[in-house]
């Protein structure tokens, strides 16, 4: 059994009494609590502080990406112009390999042009500069020819292209360049990370919580990505670790953007898939725009 001391005190006549020691000094506790409170108050305010701090150094590093790339972009294209205007012979003739070379120069600018590009876009957007200038188009309008131009992208592949597009289609309210870009991003991966069977797009109605979308959605029956992978097809600069993402072209920006771009939009970008079966990514626009992208535009 417990027992609990108590101290004893002998009074003048001799006797002995004894009187319960306090559990808990209750002062020193309070004080205690006191001090902790105040401690936890001054580390909140100073966590507040780096978060501050750290926000505005990244849009500070988002502005200076920005700068940079718009800065590329002009000598950029002057070294593209010149190299296609020497190419069209209009200056002089060139020889076979003065017009190879100078193909070289041309194919190299341009895909650094795609890639400061792809660049500014990213960091504009985390910069909240991007300007989008949406307007009412339709869903014809947004894809005109985009699937003419994924069929170059799967020459020589065996590969079936279709697509399935509900008759008679709301119109969008869009920014028709941005989403244009997004469809032309996905239908690009699908024809990358596909190596036979078929690339199909569907555009069509539907309702989620009440509210009214068009969703677009591109099936391929490629390469597929594992679960544990999913998180990095939209972080910038990720690239899945596969041989044929290895053997693939590019940067890993395409679909960062792109979940930015349909975000702005008010819609949602997700991918379903299965390693070797092949993938599914789809985005949605909202039928009514959100009021963030009305005020863009007023
Ligand atoms: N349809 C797909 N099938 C399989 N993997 C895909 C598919 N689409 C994207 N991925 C994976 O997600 C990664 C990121 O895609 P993203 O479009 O951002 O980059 P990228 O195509 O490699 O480069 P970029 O688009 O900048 O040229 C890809 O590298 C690839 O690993
Ligand atoms: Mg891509």
Request: charged share 25%; net charge neutral; proline share 5%.
């Amino acid at each position: 059994m417990m027992t609990q001391s108590t101290p004893n005190s002998r009074s003048n006549d001799g006797s002995v009494s004894a009187r319960p020691a306090p559990l808990i000094d209750l002062a020193a506790a309070r004080q205690r609590i006191t001090s902790l409170e105040e401690e936890l108050a001054q580390t909140k305010h100073e966590l507040a502080e780096a978060r501050r701090q750290l926000r505005e150094a990244d849009k500070l590093k988002s502005e200076f990406i920005a700068t940079v790339s718009h800065e590329l972009r002009t000598p950029l294209n002057s070294i593209i112009g010149f190299a296609k205007l020497l190419l069209k012979q209009k200056i002089g003739p060139l020889n076979s390999i003065q017009q190879t070379d100078i193909s070289v120069i041309y194919d190299s600018a341009q895909h650094l042009l795609s890639l400061v590009n792809d660049i500014l876009d990213l960091s504009k957007i985390e910069a909240g500069k991007i300007r989008l200038d949406p307007t009412w188009v339709s869903v014809e309008e947004i894809i005109v020819g985009v699937m003419a131009s994924t069929i170059i992208l799967i020459e020589g592949k065996p590969i079936e292209l279709r697509d399935e597009i509900e008759p008679h289609l709301p119109k969008l309210f869009v920014d028709r360049g941005r989403i244009r870009q997004v469809v032309i991003n996905i239908l690009s991966n699908a024809a990358k990370f596909t190596d036979a069977g078929s690339i199909t797009m569907r555009i069509g109605k539907i309702s989620k919580n009440e509210q009214e979308f068009i969703c677009f959605s591109v099936k391929d029956t490629g390469i597929g990505i594992a679960p544990e992978d999913m998180d990095k097809v939209f972080e910038a600069f990720r690239q899945i670790d596969s041989s044929v993402a290895r053997r693939a072209e590019g940067t890993g920006l395409g679909m960062p953007i792109s979940y930015r771009l349909i975000s702005l939009h008010g819609g949602e970008l997700w991918v379903e898939s299965q390693v070797g079966r092949g993938s599914t990514f789809s985005f949605t626009i909202p039928l009514q725009p959100p009021a963030s992208l009305l005020q863009r535009n007023s």
